[in-house]
């Protein structure tokens, strides 16, 4: 079946960095556009970045712009973000999503149960 | 930034309907996705492309898109229904979520 595994998370000083990474398995990896996608206690899902099939786009929200960095290894069916100058602001369940659909029309139909990242001194 | 807009919260009686908005400039002529998480879950869409249900969502779910507000509506609500509900869009080739609506059934 369509499984997302999310890892990397934990608790984290301000500043520091962290890269999350998420393995995908029951689908063609390498065909599907994917997400990150985080959601803070308490609050909705905030959109964080998209990488196209083959890598060769990528967009971002404008709070991360800068900071975050999306990448996919498609030979290990591997999604990545790598988070820098971490704040506490940062602090929330890390999603990795599967696009389904065109890209600007797409939706997210698959989702990983989320790895939880805490910024704190 | 495109913002949309969800009411908190939404409160219906078991059987009856429930209708949950979203607000968003000329929303109608974009596409809108819906997602239903449960307390401990991750989000699950309940409907696609304004009003499209994915295989395994109950006929219950529905949606439309028209002028600048989507409508969910769930049709003869059940007590497992009771949860948050997230509205999304496209903007400029970024993701837009709504701030959600906690919908409570009693």
């Known amino acids: 079946q369509v499984q997302l595994v999310e890892s990397g998370g934990g608790v984290v000083q301000p500043g520091r960095s962290l890269r999350l990474s998420c393995a995908a398995s029951?689908?063609?990896?390498?065909?599907?556009?994917m997400h990150w996608v985080r959601q803070a206690p308490g609050k909705g899902p905030e959109w964080l970045a998209l990488i196209a099939s083959g890598g060769n786009y990528k967009s971002y929200a404008h709070s991360v712009k800068g900071r975050f960095t999306i990448s996919r290894d498609n030979s290990r069916r591997q999604l990545y973000v790598q988070m820098n100058l971490l704040t506490t602001e940062d602090t929330a369940v890390y999603y990795c999503a599967k696009a389904s659909g065109s890209q600007s029309e797409s939706w997210f139909d698959t989702w990983g149960r989320g790895t939880l990242v805490s910024v704190s001194s | 930034s495109y913002d949309l807009t969800q009411p908190p919260s939404v409160s219906v009686s078991p059987g009856q309907t429930a209708s949950i908005t979203c607000s968003g400039d000329?929303?109608?002529?974009?596409?809108v996705f819906w997602y239903q998480q449960r307390p401990g879950q991750s989000p699950v869409v309940v409907i696609f492309r304004n009003a499209w249900r994915p295989s395994g969502i109950p006929e219950r779910f529905s949606g439309s898109n028209s002028g600048n507000t989507a409508i969910l509506t769930i049709s003869g609500t059940q007590t497992m229904d009771e949860a948050d509900y997230y509205c999304q869009a496209w903007d400029s080739n970024t993701v837009v979520f709504g701030g959600g609506t906690k919908l409570t059934v009693l």
């Open positions: 000329t929303l109608g002529e974009r596409f």
């Open positions: 029951g689908f063609t990896f390498s065909a599907s556009d």
